[in-house]
């Protein structure tokens, strides 16, 4: 699995164990809007800040030699869109 699909699993998980945990009360019509409000702002932000966390990896450098070089990229209809660096590890 990748981290992405675990990520998800998780955080799938975690909303239906929420769900069930949250006792039902009766509804009740009130001007206010509440911890539900809050809850949701903070948990939004917190998985967005661990989404973004890792939009962008460091490079891993492995022992031995990097030769890096410059390979032309195209899009799928065929035309050149410009160069792209990419390195091997020896």
Known sequence: MTTKIKFA???????????????????????????????????GAMIGAAVASQAQAAPVYVDGYRRCRFVRQYDAYGYYVGKERVCHYY
């Open 9 to 43: 699993a998780v955080l799938t998980a975690l909303t239906l164990a929420t769900t069930l945990a949250i006792p039902s009360n009766d509804a009740q019509a009130r001007p206010r809007w509440g911890t539900g409000l809050a809850v949701g702002l903070i948990g």
